[in-house]
């Protein structure tokens, strides 16, 4: 059974950080990709980062570019994200997903929310 549980939410102002993680389990991670969503309310969820389990490649979406790093650990079988230079815009439900053997993102967590103040 696969099970992802997202931590480190949390409310933060306007130029500050805040470190995300998700914890994985039940997975064949060396097939798979993991992701970064978020949702504002009233919009559409949206990619903000990912990373190959193996090998390690990232994306970013251009709007968090130079300001988050999406990481994973191979030993605790999580996946971080940073989030410096947030943004009042950054304010949303933060999610993680699996993505196995190039399938779209199959296994959600619970999300996490962000909330940044002006």
């Known amino acids: 059974q696969v099970q992802l549980v997202e931590s480190g939410g949390g409310l933060v102002q306007a130029g500050g950080s805040l470190r995300l993680s998700c914890a994985a389990s039940?997975?064949?991670?060396?097939?798979?990709?993991m992701g970064w969503f978020r949702q504002a309310p009233g919009k559409e969820r949206e990619l903000v980062a990912a990373?190959?389990?193996?090998?390690?490649?990232?994306h970013y979406a251009d709007d968090v570019k130079g300001r988050f790093t999406i990481s994973k650990d191979n030993v605790k079988n999580t996946v971080d994200l940073q989030l410096n230079s947030l943004k009042p815009e950054d304010t949303a439900v933060y999610s993680c997903?699996?993505?196995?053997?190039?399938?779209?993102?199959?296994?959600w967590g619970q999300g996490t929310q962000v909330t940044v103040s002006s």
């Open positions: 990373i190959n389990w193996s090998g390690g490649s990232t």
């Open positions: 039940g997975l064949s991670f060396g097939n798979s990709r």
């Open positions: 997903a699996a993505s196995v053997g190039g399938s779209i993102y199959l296994y």
